[in-house]
């Protein structure tokens, strides 16, 4: 997946990497009445960071501006190994996320946020294509992620995560249509229980999965927070119990299940989508969050640290 004109030292760095996530990486801003904090954000970038803490190959194919904002995000992907593919550097200025705590406890929430992404030449294709967010909904940057999706689908794993953002969506009817024009590209779907509420408020949880599966996806995952997750397959349905855990913020959770999730793709045996697959790949990435919902802000497991509290040997 290559940008046109690249040069040889970049295509090198794009076949150096097995997994491709695209989406949005942005600043969260938290304003509390005792000052200011800034740190890097964005579901797909942190789905990439979670995926380089576990030893995954990873590349986020992004959009960021050229300012302080920008170089720190770049500075923490890399921290995990992540490589930031080229053509990143194409906005005025990094997006934001701003929220605003009262001394009350409510919160405001204020965006800031352009996506796009240059034409690309999809000549490459990695073992696993993810994506979701905002990079989903958001012209123009929304066309050609899905476009990417259109080339590669059939010849990789594709995983997606809308993230539902209401505030950054147009109507319900139109955002519908365009998480489920995505579902047809795509091989493996999670939501979480308020993103089905959301997409689909007159329908339980089991049937949100088989409307899903009927789209044209092999996996279905709805996360529902300490009432575990639903895996289901055309052939199987699982529930997976939630890893009880002390929560000092969820920030990130979601993100970093997705993100043991794709390893788990990676590394499954060939047999399918098994039941005892889909209970280790469910159970794996339970942990993952448990243990982010740990420890403040979006900080998920290493490799080492996801593999002691499952107590296994190192198989991945």
């Excluded at 906005?91 to 919160?107: E, M, Q, Y």
């Excluded at 055309?234 to 529930?239: G, H």
């Amino acid at each position: 997946m290559n940008y046109l004109n690249t040069s040889r030292h970049d295509t090198n760095r794009i076949l150096d990497v097995i997994v491709i996530v695209i989406g949005e990486a942005l600043t969260d801003v938290v304003v509390r009445p005792e000052g200011l904090s800034e740190h890097p954000g964005g579901s797909p970038a942190n789905v990439a960071y979670g995926l380089g803490r576990l030893g995954v190959s990873t590349g986020l194919l992004t959009a960021l501006g050229h300012d302080a904002r920008g170089a720190a995000i770049e500075t923490h992907l890399r921290s995990a190994g992540v490589t930031i593919l080229p053509g990143a550097y194409c906005l005025n200025r990094t997006s934001s996320a701003t929220a605003t705590l009262a001394k009350d406890g409510a919160t405001s929430y204020d965006f800031d946020v352009a996506w796009d992404l240059k034409p690309l030449n999809p000549d490459y294709v990695p073992k696993v294509l993810h994506t979701g967010s905002i990079a989903t909904f958001l012209a123009p940057g929304a066309d050609t992620a899905k476009t990417l999706l259109q080339h590669s689908h059939r010849d990789c794993i594709v995983s997606y995560d809308p993230n539902i953002r209401p505030a950054l969506l147009g109507s319900h009817t139109e955002a519908l249509s365009t998480f489920e024009d995505f579902i047809s590209l795509t091989d493996v779907v999670k939501l979480s229980d308020e993103d089905a509420a959301w997409l689909y408020p007159r329908m339980n949880l089991d049937d949100v999965a088989t409307r899903l599966l009927g789209m044209g996806a092999g996996l279905a995952v709805i996360t529902q927070g300490p009432q575990g997750s639903l895996m289901a397959t055309p052939a199987t349905r699982l529930t997976i119990p939630a890893v009880q855990s002390t929560v000092t913020d969820t920030i990130g959770a979601g993100d970093s299940y997705m993100a043991a999730l794709i390893m788990g793709l990676l590394t499954r045996s060939t047999a399918g989508y098994t039941p005892s697959v889909l209970e280790q790949l469910g159970r794996t990435a339970s942990m993952a969050a448990a243990i982010t919902v740990r420890r403040p802000g979006a900080n998920p497991p290493t490799t080492d640290e996801l593999r002691t509290h499952l107590k296994q040997p190192a198989a991945f």
